[in-house]
Nanobody, 113 residues
Framework: QVQLVESGGGLVQAGGSLRLSCAAS????????MGWYRQTPGKQRELVAT???????NYADSVKGRFTISRDNAKNTVYLQMNNLKPTDTGVYYC???????WGQGTQVAVSS
């Protein structure tokens, strides 16, 4: 089981930026693809972005050009830089090692119009 701690959420105005971080425990991090997901009340958790162990990113259409996922394997940390935020980006953001059942507690992002 991988332990995950997300941080960096907050309240911002539309057009603002936030940088989320996810610190992971364990030795599997560097060889595991990671994903960022978000969830809003009444909706299923949706995939926002993924990054392979080698650093290749992939994004949901709704965040392309605004969000950047990156990772630092030396620090066992994955990041999500979010720019030009919109109210529709509001939700709880979770990181997740793909292919595992591990989830963190999430970090809340709220974007006001």
């Amino acid at each position: 089981q991988v332990q995950l701690v997300e941080s960096g959420g907050g309240l911002v105005q539309a057009g603002g930026s936030l940088r989320l971080s996810c610190a992971a425990s364990g030795s599997i991090f560097s060889r595991t693809a990671m994903g960022w997901y978000r969830q809003t009340p009444g909706k299923q958790r949706e995939l926002v972005a993924t990054i392979t162990s080698g650093g290749t990113p992939n994004y949901a259409d709704s965040v392309k050009g605004r969000f950047t996922i990156s990772r630092d394997n030396a620090k066992n940390t994955v990041y999500l830089q979010m720019n030009n935020l919109k109210p529709t980006d509001t939700g709880v953001y979770y990181c997740h090692p793909l292919g595992t059942t591990s989830w963190g507690q999430g970090t809340q992002v709220a974007v006001s119009s």
